[in-house]
């Protein structure tokens, strides 16, 4: 990422400067998730109370720390004193950061049965549960509870009854077979760090994602690995020493399939280095780009397939993605893209686009405080943000009716107008601008008077509640709400969030109409489990004329690296930089919103 060339005024605070140095590093919300992994275990094997509730509260102080623990470990400095965490409890974060892993959760999994932790990922099924299920009635996976389920055996054990054994029927049938996929910015992180040990391995020329990953889709189902080594070269080998692998699938000299502790799936393939750029398309996919890219060979009298592109039995080309494209007469098109909407043409015309880039970003229009329920102050998250390579960010804190993020009413948003007024006096090179993560009512009302909301810089508008409404209903809230004098930016559109809630039931092709109509901006949210507008309605929003913004929504000042994702996906939408509203300058964005673009009307100027 860029970074801007006036440096900022006071030095970045310490724990901030050294959390965005090294992000490969593990992380505290990593080792926690270690030690609830350990509790969990451990109160299934009926272990003392006390010594699973120590691993609990550990990993609770852990999640609320601002400074990462392995920062201070790399530095080889002392962890300072946490509640909760003693003697032992430190020795094992030690041991976690350095080693990646850890002996007593090894020693507890190959002392319980493997499915046991598949069951904990039950909903409805928590460790006494499971242990009660184990203990009473030898239930060791997800089948075998089905089975007893359906016998009704299950309603019988102390604390479960009839009921939860009808859900937890149904929950373990949908967990069996499931092709549960996870947001990117979930995956992407575990991927690089296999593909970083796998480079280690001496006589690895390549090794790369591929798949979904590689092309950035907003969920990954498993993780594709590409390696490129000579077949003396024991890959295989090599990844099965991997302290995070669980199970092994398959293991063979060109593939390998392994679960990682965490239930992800990965399979790696090897090949030959010649043969390294016809692999990497192949497996890179999509299906549906594949099969487009292989008619287009055939035109041309060629065969294509993961080894190269062959003339009769020749080979024409396979080191290189850029040579197989080449043969075929084709630019090379990047990952993003490659999913058959118009790509392989394009690319047979030259007219490809330019795609947006991150750096392409000088701002954020969308971000939290802890005045609301954010974790940093104003101050702590402009330097973030510059930090991150941008020059202005907009603060939209949730308004008075969202309590459980601590909304701020007219008051308290009066006052971080002024607090930002003073900040904004003090910074070099970051301005923040003025805004509010308004509600849309149920009635698509906004949840702040308009004498407020006149004078900020921009207003934000988002549902949060009332999900449930019928398509007329939710289209008309967000209508009504997008008709008011000061909308300027729909935020996270549809609501959805991935594994948890189904997008909002609404006609978003009137909404596209009416942002274009009014100079409404839709949002592209890049929250990992939002990422909310998809790749596809996003490259629509763009073709009826409405601007994207391209926002963090960032709660944390470590949050402005899911940029990146939005990004990702504002790519696979097609959009160039033109197409985003936060890729222009800041005097270019105060003209626009203040023009009425973002719905502002004349009469709104100051
Ligand atoms: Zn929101
Ligand atoms: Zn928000």
């Known amino acids: 990422m ?15 400067s050294a959390s965005f140095k090294d992000r490969r590093l593990i992380g505290n919300d990593q080792i926690a998730e270690v030690f609830d992994e350990i509790a969990d275990l451990l109160e299934i094997d009926d272990a003392n109370p006390f010594r699973i509730r120590a691993y609990r509260n550990a990993a609770r102080t852990l999640r609320a720390l601002t400074f990462e623990l392995a920062e201070i470990i790399a530095r080889g400095e002392p962890l300072p004193k946490l509640t909760g965490i003693g003697v032992d409890l430190a020795g094992k974060i030690n041991e976690i950061v350095t080693t990646g892993n850890c002996a007593l959760r090894q020693r507890l999994r190959s002392t319980l049965p493997p499915g046991l932790v598949e069951l904990l990922s039950i909903a409805g099924l928590g460790p006494k549960r499971v242990r009660h299920l184990y203990h009473d009635l ?21 604390g479960f009854g009839e009921k939860m054994e009808t859900r937890l029927l149904s929950a373990a049938q949908k967990g069996i077979g499931s092709d549960r996929r996870l947001p990117l910015a979930f995956v992407e992180p575990v991927a690089h760090r296999l593909i970083e040990y796998l480079q280690q391995l001496a006589g690895i020329e390549e090794a790369t994602v591929a798949g979904s990953l590689r092309r950035m889709r907003d969920t990954v189902g498993d993780v594709d690995l590409l390696v490129a080594a000579a077949p003396s070269v024991n890959v295989t080998a090599h990844l099965l020493k991997h302290p995070e692998i669980s199970t092994v699938l398959v293991k063979g000299r060109t593939r390998a399939s392994v679960v990682l502790g965490s239930g992800l799936q990965v399979d790696m393939r090897i090949v030959k280095p010649a043969q390294f750029g016809a692999a990497l398309v192949y497996f890179t996919g999509s299906k549906a780009h594949n099969i487009a890219i292989r008619q287009r060979a055939r035109t041309l009298g060629l065969k294509l397939n993961e080894y190269g592109v062959f003339k009769a039995e020749e080979c024409v080309a ?23 909407r118009g790509e392989v043409e394009a690319a047979l015309t030259g007219r490809l686009p330019r795609l947006i880039e991150l750096s392409d970003l000088k701002g954020d229009l969308h971000a939290h405080t802890r ?29 008075r009716s969202l309590r459980v993020a601590h909304g701020l009413d007219t008051d308290r948003l009066l006052k971080q107008i002024d607090q930002i007024d003073a900040l904004n006096a003090r910074l070099q090179g970051m301005t923040l601008l003025k805004g509010v993560e308004v509600d849309i009512l149920e009635d698509g009302r906004l949840d702040l008077p308009d004498d407020i909301l006149g004078r900020l810089d921009l207003v934000v508008g988002a549902v949060h509640s009332h999900f449930g409404l019928t398509l007329h209903q939710q289209t008309q809230r967000l209508l009504r709400a997008m008709d008011h004098r000061y909308f300027s930016v729909l935020a996270h559109p549809l609501c959805r969030l991935i594994n948890e809630r189904a997008p909002l039931n609404m006609d978003l092709p009137a909404i596209i109409k009416a942002a274009s109509e009014r100079g409404c901006c839709l949002e592209l ?4 489990q939002r990422m909310d507008l998809f790749d596809l309605q996003c490259q629509y929003a763009k073709d009826q004329g409405v601007l994207i913004s391209i926002n963090s929504d960032a709660h944390r000042a470590a949050d402005f690296s899911y940029l990146r994702y939005g990004v990702a996906q504002a790519r696979r939408a097609w959009l160039e930089k033109h197409d985003v509203l936060n890729t222009r300058s800041l005097t270019s964005l105060k003209k626009f919103l203040r023009d009425g673009g973002g719905g502002r009307p004349q009469s709104a100027q100051n």
Request: glycine share 6%; charged share 20%; hydrophobic share 40%.
């Open 138 to 158: 030898g239930i060791e996976t997800a089948q075998q509870l089905c089975e007893a389920a359906r016998q009704g055996r299950i309603r019988h054990l102390p």
């Open 2 to 16: 860029k970074l801007t060339a006036v440096p900022p005024q006071e030095p970045l605070p310490d724990w901030l």
């Open 371 to 399: 005045d609301s329920d954010g974790g940093n102050s104003l101050e702590e998250m402009a330097f973030a943000a510059q930090h991150a390579g941008l020059e202005y960010l907009a603060i939209t804190d949730h308004s």
């Open 318 to 340: 396979r080191a290189t993605e850029v040579a197989v494209y080449q043969a075929l007469g084709l630019v090379w098109i990047t990952p993003e893209l490659r999913e058959d």
């Open 525 to 528: 949210n890049s929250q990992p």
